[in-house]
């Protein structure tokens, strides 16, 4: 999927300016920036959410894993799953939940569920409902540090298993070094930083890759 050129304003305020970057098939590349950097307005412009300056090639159908679970309160776990999912595909919802660790909970609805379970049934929606490019806006960012170890690695794993395309959106530059093949940074809608990260996937939780560094530069502008 190509962008080129892209810019995106709200009013005055441009959100993205000018923005050109090609996301490699089969790959992992997580989108950093402050706030109002325009990391989430990057998301909606290849989800074709929003309008934009400039174009964008290869458009491919998609799903989208927010920052918070967004479960339809009156619905079980599975019933959830089913919700979204050609009927045709309803056998594979069980086997999923137990993939995420949600074996027996499937009869639950969410005020049931813990944080944790309920982000994992997100989870597992996103990855079942029939796609070519994931996108994932702060997925982990409200978990707890042992079920952000936990999800993250469920997530690799997932990846590994399907090889898809897949861009989330982080405030976490340790995040962006264990799950990505790529790091952009942006800074006021704008590139800069766009670094390959190294090595396959998963990654040990608790090792501190070299890129941390440079990340950590571009999003406080020391680079």
């Known amino acids: 999927m ?13 959100a993205l300016s000018d ?29 074709g959410l929003t309008s934009y300056e400039g174009s964008v090639e290869g458009h491919a159908p998609y799903s989208y894993l927010f920052q918070s679970p967004k479960l339809l ?27 995420v660790g949600l074996a027996g909970r499937e009869k639950s609805y969410p005020r049931q569920l813990s944080g944790g379970e309920r982000q994992r049934v997100a989870i597992a929606r996103a990855f079942l409902y ?17 079920l952000k170890k936990t999800i993250l690695e469920l997530v690799a794993q997932l990846w590994r298993e399907r090889g898809e395309t897949v861009v989330f959106v982080t405030h976490d530059v340790h995040e962006a070094a264990l799950l990505s093949h790529r790091a952009v940074v942006l800074h006021r809608g704008t ?21 941390e560094d440079l990340l950590t530069r571009a999003l406080m502008r020391t680079l």
């Open 130 to 146: 029939p796609h070519e490019l994931l996108l994932m806006d702060e997925p982990f960012s409200s978990l707890d540090l042992s």
């Open 19 to 47: 923005v050109s970057l090609e996301f490699e098939a089969g790959k992992i590349t997580a989108v950093l920036g402050e706030s109002g950097a325009g990391k989430t307005t990057l998301l909606n412009v290849l989800a």
């Open 191 to 211: 590139v800069a930083l766009d670094l390959a990260v190294e090595g396959e996937l998963p990654r040990d939780f608790f090792c501190r890759p070299p890129c």
């Open 2 to 14: 190509k962008l080129e050129h892209i810019t995106k304003r709200y009013g005055d305020a441009a």
């Open 73 to 99: 309160p009156n619905l079980t776990a599975e019933e959830n799953l089913r919700f979204v999912l050609p009927k045709d595909t309803w056998g594979e919802v069980g086997a999923m939940l137990e993939r």
